[in-house]
């Protein structure tokens, strides 16, 4: 039996979710309607979070994957005392509100994670978990369970549909993440109609094969009791995530229940009224909530300001039994770096040997590791490639698989980049962890829906993507990203990492590293590089500096990462013909432009002409350069050296090039302007 307070609680929920998308004539009444009574029992009997204070350290944390159903979390979040009112509710879907048309991070106190592609939110959500699970293992001790909360997660048809879920809650189960308790809504419908038509998979054999627990609750439209009862069974379970299987109807109580006619689009006036005249509301009335459904949230946000305090008092006993670790825990969620970490970072000497940006990475992540304790990060199964693994680095694993612990730092994330990078992303957004994850650039992009999210929910994540150019020689096109930069560098509040060099390098963790609210792509090549005369860690904050030049400079090389050293081959081959030049070395093209124009008119001055060197495709380089050396096609298939002769990409071909510049402005008689400049 549902009391009369709770049933009228989740009536107002359904009929105000109409009203919700009527007023905005936008967005989803439908799976709001139909998970009414189960998000109910949810936030007024098992979320423990303080309203008052959205953002403290051990509460639980809610994701909607499905996150089209939004209407309904704002509602929830409204009811409890969140930063939102009924005005906010009102301008739901419109510009600048704080309701819009999928939950944003950054927009809305109380939304954990921004969701709009399905299956991002359960796979942040396993992120989330193993986070929860670090930092307990990490800080816990005898009698203070100062981490110790759950991760709560709806879902539906279409979040399960989508691979990035299956990557995710197959790592999951493998993880053995206990406080990981995902609510699948079993509606059956998808914008097509009903799943029938595409989806008709066995869910329940397929989590159980990941190695979940799972429960079925076959009436979910009007039976909270048996839902209450699998959440307390669903956390007794320790060593597995549990997935809840709860059917019911999208749009219920409206004319068009259980179809698709509800899903995305606003319900009829005539529809709206007689839902609110089946559930006991005033058909003439809109965005009704009575003061007994208010006092009901406000009631358990109560409960979750005691849960605080209590916690907040179990922490102060904690700090003064262990200080330091208090006090790092305080710092980490802060997102204060530690007190001159900066100087962990290693510096190189034209004198010291060459080697490829990616060993130069693993010699930073070996200095950075003891300095930064909240660096965690893994490889996509390519660990012995990436180099992203220090060498006293102890693997994230179940203690029961004697692989590793839940202290440990390094995840094996196995070939799975798209769950790996949502995975990022929940780490990111739990606090208290600085997220890595490598793999091959090119693979960046089978990930790219949740490396988009890192700079739309301004995640502070470091993608370590190596084997970044046609540099990676016998492997051919297929695993040459020749486009990938162009995409990363045109995606706003996300920086893209270039490093020539073992400084550069140094300086693009640097980068990623105080960066707290913008995700870092750092591309690093597998072919050796030397140490550079000129270059240096600080330089890479300015994004592009002067790396060599002579004076007054009749040519301009702007080049990155591997191509800066055919760039500073050719300025000494035309200085040896009497041709003065420069080389400016570009490691990020973001940072740059976003430098005060006096200086980048120092870099790169105007009536000289400017020839960009990058071995992937030249689209946007026209903002930096004149001319251009690099492809306009798909890359090759052949040894480094051979691949790099048939695209024109050596130093013989960029002095040509310079002279033939040259020549062309001298007849053209001007140089034009650069956009970059403006």
């Given at each position: 039996?549902?009391?009369?307070?709770?049933?009228?609680?989740?009536?107002?929920?359904?009929?105000?979710?109409?009203?919700?998308?009527?007023?905005?004539?936008?967005?989803?009444?439908?799976?709001?309607?139909?998970?009414?009574?189960?998000?109910?029992?949810?936030?007024?009997?098992?979320?423990?979070?303080?309203?008052?204070?959205?953002?403290?350290?051990?509460?639980?944390?809610?994701?909607?994957?499905?996150?089209?159903?939004?209407?309904?979390?704002?509602?929830?979040?409204?009811?409890?005392?969140?930063?939102?009112?009924?005005?906010?509710?009102?301008?739901?879907?419109?510009?600048?509100?704080?309701?819009?048309?999928?939950?944003?991070?950054?927009?809305?106190?109380?939304?954990?994670?921004?969701?709009?592609?399905?299956?991002?939110?359960?796979?942040?959500?396993?992120?989330?978990?193993?986070?929860?699970?670090?930092?307990?293992?990490?800080?816990?001790?005898?009698?203070?369970?100062?981490?110790?909360?759950?991760?709560?997660?709806?879902?539906?048809?279409?979040?399960?549909?989508?691979?990035?879920?299956?990557?995710?809650?197959?790592?999951?189960?493998?993880?053995?993440?206990?406080?990981?308790?995902?609510?699948?809504?079993?509606?059956?419908?998808?914008?097509?109609?009903?799943?029938?038509?595409?989806?008709?998979?066995?869910?329940?054999?397929?989590?159980?094969?990941?190695?979940?627990?799972?429960?079925?609750?076959?009436?979910?439209?009007t039976d909270i009791e048996d839902f209450k009862k699998a959440i307390v069974e669903a956390q007794k379970v320790t060593d597995k995530p549990s997935l809840i299987k709860v059917r019911t109807t999208i749009g219920y109580g409206s004319l068009n229940q259980g179809k698709e006619k509800v899903h995305g689009s606003p319900l009829k006036e005539d529809d709206i009224k007689q839902l609110k005249q089946k559930f006991g509301f005033d058909p003439e009335k809109t965005f009704q909530v009575d003061n007994d459904v208010y006092e009901l949230y406000h009631k358990r946000a109560q409960q979750g300001a005691e849960y605080e305090k209590q916690w907040n008092e179990l922490f102060e006993k904690y700090k003064k039994e262990y200080p330091k670790e208090a006090n790092e825990l305080i710092r980490r969620f802060s997102q204060k770096l530690p007190d001159g970490w900066e100087k962990a970072l290693p510096r190189f000497k034209p004198s010291d040997s060459a080697a490829a940006t990616r060993k130069m990475s693993e010699t930073v992540l070996n200095a950075l590791a003891g300095a930064i304790p909240e660096l965690l990060g893994g490889s996509a199964d390519l660990t012995g490639s990436n180099l992203t693994r220090w060498k006293d680095a102890v693997d994230f694993q179940p203690p029961s698989t004697g692989l590793g612990d839940y202290s440990g730092r390094y995840f094996r994330f196995g070939v799975r980049e798209h769950g790996m990078f949502a995975f990022l992303n929940g780490m990111s957004a739990y606090g208290g962890i600085i997220p890595f994850g490598g793999t091959f650039l090119n693979f960046l992009t089978y990930g790219w829906g949740a490396a988009r999210l890192s700079a739309l929910s301004h995640c502070r994540v470091i993608y370590v993507m190596t084997h970044d150019s046609i540099g990676l020689g016998e492997d051919g096109p297929t695993h040459q990203p020749v486009e990938t930069l162009a995409l990363t560098r045109a995606t706003p509040n996300m920086l893209t990492l270039r490093p020539a060099d073992g400084n550069e390098v140094s300086g693009a963790y640097w980068v990623a590293l105080q960066n707290k609210e913008r995700p870092s792509v750092l591309a690093l090549s597998r072919q050796g590089l030397p140490q550079l005369e000129g270059s240096s860690p600080e330089s890479v904050h300015k994004g592009g500096y002067i790396l060599q030049t002579d004076d007054k400079p009749q040519v301009i090389f702007v080049a990155t990462g591997s191509e800066v050293t055919i760039a500073v081959d050719a300025h000494k081959k035309l200085k040896e013909q009497g041709i003065p030049s420069r080389v400016v070395s570009m490691p990020c093209t973001e940072l740059f432009d976003e430098q005060p124009i006096e200086y980048k008119k120092q870099v790169i001055p105007s009536g000289t002409p400017v020839i960009s060197i990058e071995a992937l495709g030249t689209f946007g380089w026209d903002r930096y350069s004149h001319a251009h050396i690099g492809l306009h096609t798909f890359g090759t298939c052949g040894k480094v050296g051979d691949v790099y002769k048939h695209f024109g990409i050596t130093s013989e071909h960029a002095v040509q090039k310079a002279k033939d510049v040259i020549e062309h402005f001298k007849k053209l008689g001007h140089v034009p302007e650069l956009n970059v400049q403006l």
């Open positions: 039996m549902v009391s009369d307070i709770d049933q009228k609680a989740i009536n107002t929920i359904r009929t105000l979710a109409a009203d919700v998308v009527f007023k905005a004539d936008s967005g989803h009444p439908g799976a709001p309607m139909g998970l009414a009574p189960i998000a109910h029992t949810l936030f007024t009997q098992f979320l423990r979070a303080n309203p008052k204070n959205p953002y403290f350290i051990n509460r639980d944390r809610f994701l909607l994957s499905n996150g089209h159903a939004c209407a309904l979390q704002y509602i929830l979040l409204h009811f409890l005392g969140y930063n939102l009112t009924m005005d906010d509710l009102k301008q739901f879907r419109q510009v600048g509100s704080k309701t819009p048309g999928h939950p944003e991070r950054i927009d809305t106190e109380g939304v954990e994670v921004t969701t709009g592609p399905l299956g991002q939110g359960i796979s942040n959500a396993v992120g989330m978990a193993a986070a929860e699970a670090h930092l307990a293992a990490t800080y816990n001790r005898p009698g203070y369970n100062i981490i110790d909360n759950y991760i709560y997660v709806i879902l539906g048809d279409g979040c399960l549909q989508e691979g990035v879920a299956s990557e995710a809650a197959s790592l999951a189960g493998h993880l053995q993440l206990g406080k990981l308790i995902a609510i699948y809504d079993d509606n059956h419908i998808t914008i097509d109609g009903d799943t029938d038509v595409s989806f008709t998979e066995d869910v329940i054999k397929r989590f159980e094969a990941y190695g979940w627990h799972t429960q079925v609750i076959n009436n979910g439209d």
